[in-house]
C-alpha cells in the first residue's frame, strides 16, 4: 500500500468519526434534545469506540493479512454509519424522557459501532505500512497526527460548512457509499473473494434502503432543531410548532390575539398589567412569533425586536404560521446575549425570554450577569418575563429564582399550587420589575379567567427559593439542575 493511500485511509476514516460524533447531536435530537447532557454522552460514547477500535483493530491485524480485513471492515463500517439514523429512529422514541442513561444507551446503539469499526482502520493501515522495528515510532506517530489532522477536518467542516448546507441523513448516506466504495477498490486490490465483497456490499445496499424508507421526525432540519408544524385538529386555524422534543409555539392563523399554552396566557397577564398604549418590547427568542404578534395586535403601533439565533424559523414561521411583515416588528438573527450590549440603556418597555434549547433555558442565558445586561435594558417600569420548564426538586426553577431575586427589586415566580409544592412540574413564569409591580391585581386578572396560577412574591418566593444558589457565568449548570418528566 502506497504511503499516500494509507494516509488517505487513516485521514478519511477518522473525519468520518468525528462528521458522525457531530451528526449524532441532529439524529438523536427529536428524541433527548440537545443539551450538555447530550453532547457529554455523545463524546464519551465515540470516544469508547475510538478506544475499543483501536484496541480491537491492532489485534485483528497481528492476528490476520491486513491487507485482506480492511475491505470488508470498511464495507462493514459502511453498513453501520447507514444504519444508525435508522436505529436512532427505532429506538429513539422510547428514550424521551432524555436523562444520563438514556442517552448514552440510545449513542450507543446508534453510533459506537460505527466508531469502533472505523477506529480499527488507523492500526490495520500502521501495520501494513511498519516494515521494521526501527521505524515504529515514526510510523505510529506519523500516523497518529494524520488521524487528528482527520478529525480535526471533519470537525471544522461538518460544524462550520456541512450542517448549514447539508440535510444531516443525506450526509449519512454519502459517507456511507464513500466508504462502501473505499471497501470495494480496496477489496479488488488485495484480490478478495468476489463473493465476500459481493456479500457485504448487499448488505450495505440493505442499510441504506432502511435509511432510505424509515420516515424521517423532521418536517424541517434546521441549523439548530427538528422542526414540525402540526396541525390542531380541534381548531382548523390553529398549528403547533414544535422544536426536538418540545412543543414550542402554538399560532392561530386567523386570530392573533388567541394564547393557547397556560405560560403564554399569563404573560398576556402580565403585559396587561403594564401602562396603556403601544410597547417597546425584546423578545428572546422568536420560535412561532406568537407574542410578538400578539403585542402587535392588541397595542397598534407597538415595536418589537426579536432575537432568533435560528434563521430557519423564521422561515418556518412565515411559510406555515402565517408571519407577515408586520408594522413593528424587528427579527435580529443572532444570540441576544451578543445582540444586547449593543442595545442603549432604558430601551424596553418589555423584555420576554422564551428560548429553548431541548428542555432548559440555555444556560448563558439564566445567569445574573445576563440579568443585569437586561435589567440596563429595561425602562423603569418595565418587566423581564422568562418562561422555563423544570420538575421536582425543581432544582432550576428555584435557582433561576434565586437570580431573579438577586438582581431585580421586585420579583415573582408564578405557577400551579402543585407545581410550587414541587409536586408535579411544567412551566414556570418568573417576573422582575425594577420599580413596583400591581401583583396582587396580577393575582386578581389569573384568578378571573379562571386560572389556577399562584403569584409568589415576597416571604413566600424566599421560601419557595430556599437555598438555592444563583445562577452566574461562572456557575450555570442547568442541564444539571433541571429535572425532566417521570
Known sequence: MSIVLARLLVFGSSAVVLVLEILAGRLMAPYVGVTL??????????????????????????????????????????????????????????MRTAG????????????????????????????????SLEETGS??????????????????????????????????????????????????????????????????????????????????????????????????????????????????????????????????????ELSDGPLNAAYIGGGGFTLPRYVATTRPGSVADVFEIDAELVDIAEEDLGLTSLDGINIHIGDARLALPARPDQSYDMVLGDAFGGLSVPWHLTTREFMDEIRRVMADDAVYVINLLDYPPLGFARAEAATFRAVFEHAAVIAPPGYLAAERGGNFVMVG??????????????????????????DALDAFIDDARTLTDDFAPVDQLISRPG
Not at 106 to 114: E, R, S
Not at 434 to 448: G, K, S, V
Open 37 to 94: 447532557e447530550t453532547f457529554t454522552g455523545i463524546i464519551g460514547v465515540i470516544l469508547a469506540g475510538i478506544a475499543f477500535g483501536a484496541w480491537w483493530g491492532g489485534r485483528m491485524a497481528d492476528r490476520r493479512d491486513p491487507d485482506r480485513i480492511l475491505p470488508p471492515l470498511l464495507l462493514v463500517a459502511a453498513a453501520f454509519v447507514l444504519l444508525a439514523p435508522v436505529l436512532t429512529d427505532l429506538v429513539g422514541p422510547s
Open 100 to 131: 444520563p442513561v438514556e442517552i448514552v444507551t440510545l449513542t450507543t446503539i446508534g453510533f459506537l459501532a460505527p466508531a469502533a469499526l472505523l477506529s480499527a482502520v488507523t492500526p490495520i493501515v500502521i501495520k501494513i505500512r511498519l516494515r
Open 139 to 272: 510510523v505510529v506517530g506519523s500516523f497518529s497526527a494524520v488521524g487528528t489532522a482527520g478529525a480535526l477536518a471533519g470537525t471544522f467542516l461538518t460544524g462550520f460548512v456541512l450542517i448549514a448546507s447539508v440535510p444531516t441523513r443525506a450526509l449519512v448516506v454519502t459517507l456511507g457509499i464513500l466508504l462502501a466504495l473505499s471497501g470495494v477498490g480496496l477489496g479488488i486490490r488485495a484480490s478478495v473473494a468476489a463473493t465476500s465483497l459481493g456479500g457485504l456490499a448487499a448488505l450495505v445496499l440493505v442499510a441504506g434502503a432502511a435509511t432510505a424508507a424509515v420516515d424521517r421526525p423532521c418536517q424541517v432540519e434546521t441549523r439548530y432543531f427538528c422542526a414540525v408544524v402540526e396541525l390542531d385538529a380541534l381548531r382548523p386555524s390553529g398549528r403547533t410548532l414544535w422544536l426536538d422534543t418540545l412543543r414550542h409555539s402554538y399560532v392561530d392563523l386567523e386570530d392573533p390575539t388567541h394564547l393557547e399554552f397556560r405560560y403564554s396566557k399569563i404573560v398576556g397577564d402580565v403585559l396587561a
Open 433 to 458: 420589575a425594577r420599580a413596583p409591580f400591581p401583583w396582587d391585581d396580577l393575582q386578581a386578572r389569573i384568578t378571573a379567567r379562571a386560572g389556577t396560577e399562584v403569584v409568589v412574591t415576597g
